[in-house]
């Protein structure tokens, strides 16, 4: 029992000591705008804080008091703050680093992290603390200057329009800074104030790029109204601010997306230091990061920004918020449309249909009559006109009419039969060759899809081992590995950027292939819309429903069954080798009992005797005269008795003719039933690559993280993290590409078919799947 007395004593005293020694610190804070609309950032701050000092003090935030840019208001929350019990102060921006500089002397422990620019702080080189009694602030690598030197580096500009908020010119010597930079060089500048509705339309007049120095107080609304102007003007813009502003639209900036943790862990750092009796005149000042440009994709290429391949080694490319697409963006129809209305290889194909067409016009017209007139002028031998008796005159012109009509002919009536065959058979060849270039279309599509994912994947690759390079840096610089990692991977880097670069141009082949296609103009700039089986065109035509009976094993041979019978009864090769077939099984009966059918024709002609003058002309006196106009009408019948054997040569060709298309229609039969099974087995196959590869990308890109982690801390060598970032490059790829080839497969099945549903009726889809449904219901 005394036992239990001395723990219990223990236990209370331990906890009232513990009590006596925990202190709070209560936290003021100074702001320019309210934090309402970053009160996420803020919240991470103080979790950031409180988890530094730990169980050394409680920490208290008191609510943040607002300036609203006012220098005035920002000089009173100062001194409201300094009259209350908080025990530090927290000051925020601009206006709020101004109105602390001016106070000069400090109550209480003042940390102060302002967005003022180093360009207007002249430090000495080896001044590393503030040095004023209970001041400490933050000084960040931020420069108007250096600003301008990168983005002069990607663009060089004649006249910038720097924007700034209001207030800034009125608290800082800006334009004095901007004039003294400006003096020296080529180009010129224009400071423009921002409206708070972000509407600068009207002060852009002959500006050629943007810099944005400020816009700490816009609302997102009015920041989207800014980056649209800039955009829709085509004008290069830059952020002095942070890379979010990219994000939204703003070009390009300088700034890192890392340096908010930093800032917030030296902010932590300050607070335990000051709550552990340290002066803030001792804290460090500086801040140090890396600065590097990033770009948004989307905003250069809706500016027309010259991008060059040799910016990717030093700029961060993103994609960010840019509503931009391009002008001609296609979907897997509108490919597959256009291919078929325009594509050149198709008109040819069309134009043979055409020229067939007009053969079998020809054939016909062997029953038409033909009629044929002729008209004739003599002059005959004046001493042979004269003894004629007026029966051949010296002068004449006569005029005749002839008509042959055929009645009946075997050989004509076979050639109609033949070439209306023959017709249908280059039909059928048109067909092929259409469905064909539906297949092409839809290649040309999915590869582009695939390519399109390979860039991305390929410059998150890039950024992925720009890390790894910065970790090896670190790791050098720490002495926990050698520079020879970092020169691998600044060679890892080097071989990325080929690589994206090939990726790149291979995505520009694709879509010249494309415009190749649909008869564009090859450099036509043009972009593909997503695809994914359950979504947008393809949720309608049931690929999600084709690829669960695929799945199942008790059901796919029936549908194996069903598609080799779709696929015969569609199939344009076979019907092209039918109609064949009749053609030249129509020419063994012409040269066979055909050769003992004659042919039957009607031949009339009619002579007019339009004039005659000169000796012989006037008949002898009594002689009887000849009519004007004669006629004559015959029946013709002829029938060919041996023809130099050319009929029994015929014949045997024919017979010739007609195995040979048997052969090949056997063998169509059986490349029908091969590819549909091979195909089929492809699907399957990548069934299975879309739920295995989502498992392998999501592992992999674990592992990287931990292998990342592991590296970073010397635990492993460099090869398992270049290993790590191979595997999750391939993962992705595979995972990102597994759905596309899902759908290539498809797509090259229902070319092995006949029938794309994409290019169908709702309806005709509906038969086809009920078709299916019953075949597979009646044999399973």
Do not use: C, H, W
């Amino acid at each position: 029992m005394k036992k239990q007395l001395v723990v219990v004593f223990f236990l209370l005293a331990s906890f009232f000591s513990f009590a006596q020694s925990s202190k709070i610190i209560n936290i003021g804070v100074l702001v320019d705008k309210d934090l309402k609309e970053n009160l996420a950032l803020f919240e991470k701050l103080k979790n950031e804080i409180r988890s530094v000092i730990g169980q050394d003090a409680t920490v208290v935030f008191k609510e943040p008091l607002e300036n609203k840019y006012d220098l005035d208001l920002a000089k009173a929350n100062y001194l409201a703050l300094e009259g209350s019990e908080v025990d530090i102060v927290l000051a925020f921006g601009v206006i709020s680093n101004i109105a602390l500089y001016q106070q000069k002397t400090y109550k209480k422990p003042v940390i102060v992290f302002g967005s003022v620019n180093s360009d207007f702080i002249n430090l000495p080189e080896n001044k590393n603390t503030s040095g004023i009694n209970n001041l400490a602030y933050i000084i960040a690598p931020l420069s108007y200057k250096k600003d301008l030197e990168a983005f002069n580096s990607i663009y060089e500009f004649k006249k910038i329009g720097i924007l700034v908020d209001e207030f800034l010119p009125k608290a800082l010597p800006v334009k004095t800074l901007f004039d003294d930079y400006f003096a020296d060089k080529k180009t010129s500048y224009s400071l423009i104030n921002i409206p708070e509705d972000g509407n600068i339309t009207s002060s852009l007049e002959g500006i050629d790029a943007v810099y944005l120095a400020g816009g700490f107080g816009l609302t997102d609304e009015a920041f989207k109204t800014l980056v649209n102007i800039i955009n829709d003007k085509q004008l290069p813009s830059f952020s002095a601010n942070r890379k979010l502003d990219v994000e939204k639209g703003i070009l390009a900036t300088n700034q890192p997306a890392t340096n908010l943790d930093q800032f917030f862990r030296r902010l932590a750092l300050n607070v335990e230091a000051v709550v552990n009796g340290t002066n803030p005149s001792e804290l460090p000042l500086k801040l140090d990061y890396n600065n590097r440009l990033s770009l948004n994709f989307n905003t250069a290429k809706q500016i027309n920004f010259p991008l060059r391949y040799s910016m990717l080694g030093t700029v961060d490319i993103v994609g960010g918020n840019s509503s931009y697409s391009a002008d001609n963006t296609y979907s897997i129809v509108d490919i597959m449309n256009g291919v078929v209305n325009k594509n050149l290889g198709l008109e040819v194909e069309r134009k043979n249909v055409d020229l067939s067409t007009q053969d079998l016009k020809i054939a016909k017209s062997n029953f038409l009559p033909d009629v044929s007139a002729s008209a004739t002028a003599a002059y005959l031998d004046p001493r042979v006109a004269e003894i004629s008796g007026g029966t051949n005159p010296e002068f004449s012109t006569s005029g005749t009419v002839g008509l042959q009509q055929v009645l009946y002919s075997e050989s004509a009536g076979a050639g109609i039969t033949i070439q209306d065959n023959i017709q249908k058979a280059q039909q059928e060849t048109f067909n092929a060759a259409e469905l064909d270039a539906l297949l092409n279309a839809s290649v040309a599509y999915f590869n582009t899809l695939i390519l399109k994912t390979n860039v991305e994947i390929q410059g998150q690759n890039l950024e992925v081992t720009k890390k790894n390079l910065e970790i090896s840096e670190q790791n050098f610089q720490a002495g926990a590995s050698s520079k020879s990692d970092v020169l691998r991977f600044r060679s890892e880097l080097a071989q990325n950027m080929q690589t994206l670069i090939e990726a790149g141009n291979q995505l520009s082949e694709s879509y010249y292939s494309i415009n190749q296609l649909m008869n564009n103009p090859i450099n036509l700039e043009i972009d593909v819309e997503e695809a994914s089986i359950s979504e947008g065109l393809f949720i309608n035509y049931k690929y999600d429903d084709f690829k669960d009976i695929l799945d199942n094993p008790k059901l796919r041979p029936f549908l194996l069954e069903f598609l080799i019978k779709e696929a015969k009864l569609n199939a344009p090769e076979l019907k092209n080798i039918d109609y064949n077939l009749r053609a030249i099984q129509r020419n063994y009966r012409l040269n066979s009992s055909g050769r003992f059918v004659p042919t039957v024709a009607l031949q009339g002609n009619y002579n007019l005797a339009i004039s005659q003058s000169g000796k012989g002309s006037v008949p002898v006196l009594g002689s009887p005269v000849a009519p004007d106009g004669v006629y004559n009408l015959g029946l013709n019948v002829s029938l060919p008795i041996f023809q130099q054997n050319q009929r029994n040569i015929n014949k045997q060709t024919a017979k010739i003719q007609e195995d040979q298309l048997n052969i090949q229609k056997a063998n169509t039969d059986l490349n029908i039933e091969n590819n549909i099974n091979v195909l089929v087995l492809d699907l399957t196959n990548e069934i299975a690559n879309i739920e295995i590869s989502k498992v392998a990308e999501v592992t992999a890109k674990e592992s990287l993280g931990l292998t990342q982690s592991s590296y970073a801390e010397g635990a492993i060598p460099l090869i398992q993290l270049i290993d790590a970032q191979t595997n999750y490059l391939q993962a992705q790829l595979a995972s990102a590409t597994a759905n596309y080839n899902y759908l290539l497969a498809s797509m090259q099945l229902e070319r092995a078919i006949g029938y794309f549903f994409l290019m169908n009726s709702e309806s005709n889809n509906q038969a086809f799947m009920q078709r299916a449904n019953e075949y597979i219901l009646n044999k399973n």
